[in-house]
T-cell receptor, first 115, second 111 residues
Framework: ETGVTQTPRHLVMGMTNKKSLKCEQHLGHNAMYWYKQSAKKPLELMFVYNFKEQTENNSVPSRFSPECPNSSHLFLHLHTLQPEDSALYLC??????????????FGEGSRLTVL | SQQGEEDPQALSIQEGENATMNCSYKTSINNLQWYRQNSGRGLVHLILIRSNEREKHSGRLRVTLDTSKKSSSLLITASRAADTASYFCATVIQGAQKLVFGQGTRLTINP
């Protein structure tokens, strides 16, 4: 139990589908993150939310739409994805963003396959 | 190219031996962190070393940091089969306010 819960753990979708990934943290943290992990590539930071406000969008295509209704929940809405978007999507949280001086707590990830 | 690069990309050793992984980075940092990832799972934080520290220990883990060479090493002593995982270094770049990960070292401990 990591304190950061991601659902679903596995998702298969077609290119025309709309789906969402959900992340919930039970650690009382103020910052939440989405990372993408593809084979043979470093972790790519996608989005950062600090106190529910988006503070980083790392040039992510608009077919990925994040939502952060409160400091404990983070969503990643997916629509008209491409096969190359297949990857492990990792959610993380930390005490604060802005000054990343501490550790990140990761969820177990959502394995996405786009057909 | 990415900020942190681990070396080697893959390492296979016998149980009980020590494992050493290295990380090099390019720009000034606030701190450097090491994480472990079991296959297909999330990352787990192992240890954080600040830019003004040179060495840190946590159980069987020993981390060193040489800011003049922009490099760090992670030593796992008396390795166990359960240590089989990928290990990533991550740096907090001064002024960038975000954590940047390397590509990782895949460590295999053979029983």
């Amino acid at each position: 139990e990591t304190g950061v819960t991601q659902t679903p753990r596995h998702l298969v979708m077609g290119m025309t589908n709309k789906k969402s990934l959900k992340c919930e943290q039970h650690l009382g943290h103020n910052a939440m993150y989405w990372y993408k992990q593809s084979a043979k590539k470093p972790l790519e930071l996608m989005f950062v939310y600090n106190f529910k406000e988006q503070t980083e969008n790392n040039s992510v295509p608009s077919r990925f739409s994040p939502e952060c209704p409160n400091s404990s929940h983070l969503f990643l809405h997916l629509h008209t994805l491409q096969p190359e978007d297949s990857a492990l999507y990792l959610c993380a949280s930390s005490q604060e963003s802005g000054r990343v001086s501490g550790e990140l707590f990761f969820g177990e990830g959502s394995r996405l396959t786009v057909l | 190219s990415q900020q942190g690069e681990e070396d080697p990309q893959a390492l296979s050793i016998q149980e009980g031996e020590n494992a050493t992984m290295n990380c090099s980075y390019k720009t000034s940092i606030n701190n450097l962190q090491w994480y472990r990832q079991n296959s297909g799972r999330g990352l787990v934080h192992l240890i954080l070393i600040r830019s003004n520290e040179r060495e840190k220990h946590s159980g069987r883990l020993r981390v060193t940091l040489d800011t003049s060479k922009k490099s760090s090493s992670l030593l796992i002593t008396a390795s166990r089969a359960a240590d089989t995982a990928s290990y990533f270094c991550a740096t907090v770049i001064q002024g960038a306010q975000k954590l940047v990960f390397g590509q990782g070292t895949r460590l295999t401990i053979n029983p």
